[in-house]
């Protein structure tokens, strides 16, 4: 099973300002097979990215995913108040979906 | 309008049998691109997949829960169930269903969660 963990466990930023977080797996996922969610209190959670960097419908372009092999990326170049909120990875390989542990990102 | 719905008991008791049942509509379960998951998430925790299920019937578990866990569908009904014996107190969750793409492997849309405790 292929292990993803997700850095830092919190972020601590203002609007405005540019987010990156990370998402490292034990081992080589597939590029078509990485997704990013966005998570708020009391809700199911959103698809943002698909395909390590395809956008689900209706996101904003300021969201952005990048990445391949072991590393991959979620950008917000420039965060909205509505931004902060708790995002996951997830990945599918070997007949087999796992998620990250999650990065939280509050407002500074 | 794609939506999915979650129905099952709000309280089990521990080594009982949880029955939960994913109701969609805006989409067929025969379609070929498309699937359901389950995916469970304990209060204040991470996200955890469960299995999933295809229109062709695949199926695939989570490992570290395969032997309590069993998904089927009924496309006439446009439902997915999913049973999880020998249920324990660590199973308290919010369990989600959501829909997931064939070619990408992401859940597109998901239901609103059904918090399940487990106790005595």
Known sequence: ?108 | QVTLKESGPVLVKPTETLTLTCTVSGFSLSNARMGVSWIRQPPGKALEWLAHIFSNDEKSYSTSLKSRLTISKDTSKSQVVLTMTNMDPVDTATYYCARMDSGSYSCDYWGQGTLVTVSS
């Open chain 1, 1 to 108: 099973e292929i292990v993803l963990t997700q850095s830092p466990g919190t972020l601590s930023l203002s609007p405005g300002e540019r987010a990156t977080l990370s998402c490292r797996a034990s081992q080589s996922v597939s590029s078509s097979y990485l997704a990013w969610y966005q998570q708020k209190p009391g809700q199911a959670p959103r698809l943002l990215i698909y395909g390590a960097s395809s956008r689900a419908t209706g996101i904003p372009d300021r969201f952005s995913g990048s990445g391949s092999g072991t590393d991959f990326t979620l950008t917000i170049s420039r965060l909205e108040p509505e931004d902060f909120a708790v995002y996951y990875c997830q990945q599918y390989g070997s007949s087999s979906v796992t998620f990250g542990q999650g990065t939280k990102l509050e407002i500074k």
